[in-house]
């Protein structure tokens, strides 16, 4: 593993651990070279999955940009980190054992929405802002009225 500090490649392995949701392994590494400590992570990666956008165009799937679009909408929610990263993993588990290598972002985007939608109900609001590429607020408006219950049911109190 190189080190980011120096760009040594000989760097050892100082500590092994599972993550708290066993989905990866932490390794706390030293570079030999200029005496750095930094962590990475270790992923089991079924397959290589290639995300066809909505304009045909081909992309490698990156679970780090999908966990970053999450950590977007989820800011300032009162929802632990733990909870997100499982959120995500699950999302990516059910990609690679899809069978298929190329995925409709469409999909990808439903399947964000739904784990949102039992994390945080905001969050949900937030992503779909995005995704479903609200212009104003009757958009905003109209998708409250598609979800009834209690979101629905609170827009209406402030009324």
């Not at 760009?7 to 932490?26: C, F, H, L, M, W």
């Not at 270790?42 to 970053?68: C, Y």
């Not at 588990?93 to 069978?99: A, D, P, T």
């Amino acid at each position: 593993m190189r080190c980011p500090y120096c760009g040594n490649e000989d760097t050892q392995v100082k500590d092994s651990r599972p993550t708290e949701d066993n989905t990866a392994i932490r390794r706390r590494r030293f570079c030999t070279a200029c005496g750095g400590r930094f962590t990475t992570f270790e992923r089991v990666q079924l397959r290589e999955l290639t995300i066809i956008k909505s304009n045909g165009r081909r992309v490698p799937f990156d679970r780090d940009k999908l966990m970053r679009s999450v950590q977007i909408a989820m800011r300032k929610r009162p929802v632990e980190q733990e909870r997100i990263e499982r959120m995500v993993s699950g999302i990516v588990r059910r990609l690679e054992s899809m069978g298929e290598s190329e995925i409709p972002s469409a999909m990808i985007g439903r399947l964000v929405m739904e784990g949102l939608m039992s994390l945080d109900e905001v969050a949900y609001v937030r992503f779909a802002s995005v995704y479903k590429n609200f212009r104003e607020a009757k958009d905003f408006e109209e998708f409250l009225g598609e979800l009834g219950g209690p979101i629905r049911d609170e827009v209406d109190d402030d009324r």
